[in-house]
């Protein structure tokens, strides 16, 4: 890549952004004023903007942290492990990709929630009042590539298909949106499996300590035992109280 592919890179950074906000307020928006009607929240211009920076260049900017690190990295793991990784079927590769990238999530998310340092970062994301797809990547910036960076840089150091890698990156971010959308949908038993948008409104909210940390995969928190299922009736909006849970 030369000086004159910069611009080009910038300009398709920008436009993608664009683009997943638009996508996301197309799908989203309409079913949150559809279905919720005057309990839907109305967008905000400064989660709008979060969503479009993250999505354009914090991924960008996620993606060549990645590249460098795993760069300088598998030089420490043998030859024979990537060889190996690029023989086996896409699907493996794909579904290897989403585990390890969820398991990554699960474990920092949690780890955000007991220790201090890093709930100073995730807080941010719990100032939520609202639940609403606007604000899905209202997040820190420590927060975000923490998260990003850990969840996909085991997949690019095993050499695992990129294509695999992007599929699970637009999957999450899409499916990060619904999640935090408001819509009343729950997926049954399957929400044991699966997370859904009722779940993850549990786990904003002040009824609900120390559960429900994964990102799609909820069966990491059936088996960690820190699984809460939602209940029938709509839970209370989330508050900030500025502290990590300590929880056992």
Same mark, same amino acid.
């Given at each position: ?5 910069l ?5 398709g ?37 979060? +969503? ?20 300088l ?32 999530v ?6 955000a ?37 850990g ?15 992007? +599929? ?17 949908l ?9 997370a ?15 559960k ?37």
């Amino acid at each position: 890549m030369n000086s004159q592919d910069l611009p080009k890179l910038a300009l398709g950074a920008f436009v993608s952004g664009l683009v997943f906000v638009a996508i996301s307020a197309l799908i989203f928006w309409p079913l949150e004023e559809l279905l919720e009607g005057e309990k839907a929240a109305r967008p905000k211009f400064k989660d709008i903007a979060y +969503l479009w920076f993250y999505q354009s260049y914090g991924l960008w900017i996620g993606a060549g942290i990645i590249y460098e690190l795993a760069f300088l990295l598998r030089g420490f793991l043998p030859h024979t492990w990537s060889v190996f990784v690029k023989q086996q079927p896409f699907w493996l590769q794909a579904a290897v990709a989403l585990l390890m990238a969820e398991v990554w999530v699960y474990s920092v998310h949690r780890l955000a929630h007991r220790w201090a340092f890093l709930w100073r970062f995730h807080k941010v994301h719990h100032t939520l009042v609202e639940m609403t797809w606007s604000a899905s990547s209202r997040q820190h910036p420590v927060d975000f590539f923490l998260t990003i960076v850990g969840a996909n840089l085991p997949a690019m150091l095993l050499g695992i298909d990129l294509r695999s890698i992007a +599929l699970f990156i637009l999957l999450e971010r899409l499916y990060t949106v619904m999640l935090h959308s408001n819509l009343n949908l729950d997926w049954g038993w399957f929400s044991k499996i699966v997370a859904s948008p009722n779940l993850h409104r549990l786990h904003h909210s002040p009824t609900c300590r120390g559960k429900n940390y994964a990102g799609i995969l909820s069966l990491l928190d059936v088996l960690a035992n820190t699984y809460q299922s939602p209940p029938s009736t709509r839970v209370p909006e989330p508050t900030l109280d500025g502290k990590p849970e300590v929880v056992s």
